[in-house]
């Protein structure tokens, strides 16, 4: 595995790329979890546990064939390929390539957890907003109060609705900036 890695950065160009074409590799299913899954559990009822292994499987294949047909293709001395569906997966933007196994992840994310059962209403008491008034099944310890969370403010709900645009914002502003 070294010498084909040796191989592909003596041909692919500087280090800092090669390490931001892995990494681009691997951030479509890793944001589509962070991102889909997490707005999926706390907003609705969250998705089924075992959804996200199979959204990291297809990130892993999409990820993986990528990479194997890019060595290929320097293999051929950078154009191995004559069909213009490889050579559009090949000769794209590492960056657009992450943004579309988004896509794709959070898709397939979505897909499973509908065709699959969601867990026990009872496990999910109090996890996410759709339940925090339900009672969590659980075994007492020691006798408490519950507790349950003060409702947002218009004032927090502006902040976090403000806060959440200037992070877009500088994200795309980042993006634009160094593409």
């Known amino acids: 595995m070294s010498k084909v890695l040796v191989a592909y950065a003596t041909k692919s160009g500087s280090v800092d790329e090669i390490a931001q074409r892995i990494g681009a590799t691997i951030a479509g299913s890793g944001a589509s979890v962070d991102v889909v899954a997490s707005a999926l559990g706390v907003y609705y009822d969250p998705h089924p546990p075992h959804a996200p292994p199979h959204l990291h499987s297809a990130g892993f294949v999409l990820g993986a064939v990528r990479f194997i047909l890019e060595i290929m293709d320097r293999a051929g001395g950078g154009r191995g390929f004559t069909s213009s569906a490889v050579r559009w997966l090949i000769d794209m933007n590492f960056l657009h390539y992450a943004i579309l196994m988004f896509a794709i992840c959070s898709a397939v994310l979505i897909v499973v957890s509908l065709f ?40 927090e709900h502006r902040w976090n609705v403000v806060f959440s645009a200037l992070l877009l914002a500088t994200v795309v502003g980042l993006w634009i900036y160094f593409r």
């Open 116 to 155: 699959t059962p969601a867990p026990e209403r009872g496990k999910l008491a109090g996890l996410t907003f759709a339940t925090v008034g339900q009672k969590l099944d659980v075994t007492e310890t020691a006798p408490r109060t519950p507790y349950k969370p003060a409702a947002e403010t218009a004032a």
